[in-house]
């Protein structure tokens, strides 16, 4: 079992960044291919970016790409987003979720456990 919470989420004006963090609960973090999710008003829950077990495979959505780092600290069992450029499109709930496997996916099925959810808002 694992638990997530995710923080560092806020409002900003447009062109400037936030630092996403998950907590992850649990010995075998390590272990577990980890995402970050966004979903905004009326739409579906959308990728933005993966990490399997080591920092060298990482998944991007087109739509963050070059702006967005994921990374993560085994550790210290957290998940990081760093969102530099932010845009009003940006704004959704971001939620960080976790899967027991070696690769990274991109449809929310393919993974069992899932933080609350923290707020980014971007204001033009």
């Known amino acids: 079992q694992v638990q997530l919470v995710e923080s560092g989420g806020g409002s900003v004006q447009a062109g400037g960044s936030l630092r996403l963090s998950c907590a992850a609960s649990g010995r075998t973090f390590s272990s577990y291919a980890m995402a970050w999710f966004r979903q905004a008003p009326g739409k579906e829950r959308e990728f933005v970016a993966g990490?399997?077990?080591?920092?060298?495979?990482?998944r991007y959505a087109d739509s963050v790409k070059g702006r967005f780092t994921i990374s993560r600290d085994n550790a210290k069992n957290t998940l990081y987003l760093q969102m530099n450029s932010l845009k009003p499109e940006d704004t959704a709930v971001y939620y960080c979720?976790?899967?027991?496997?070696?690769?990274?996916?991109?449809?929310?099925?393919?993974?069992?456990?899932w933080g609350q959810g923290t707020q980014v808002t971007v204001s033009s």
């Open positions: 979720a976790g899967r027991p496997y070696i690769v990274v996916v991109i449809t929310p099925s393919g993974y069992e456990y």
């Open positions: 990490i399997g077990w080591s920092d060298s495979s990482t």
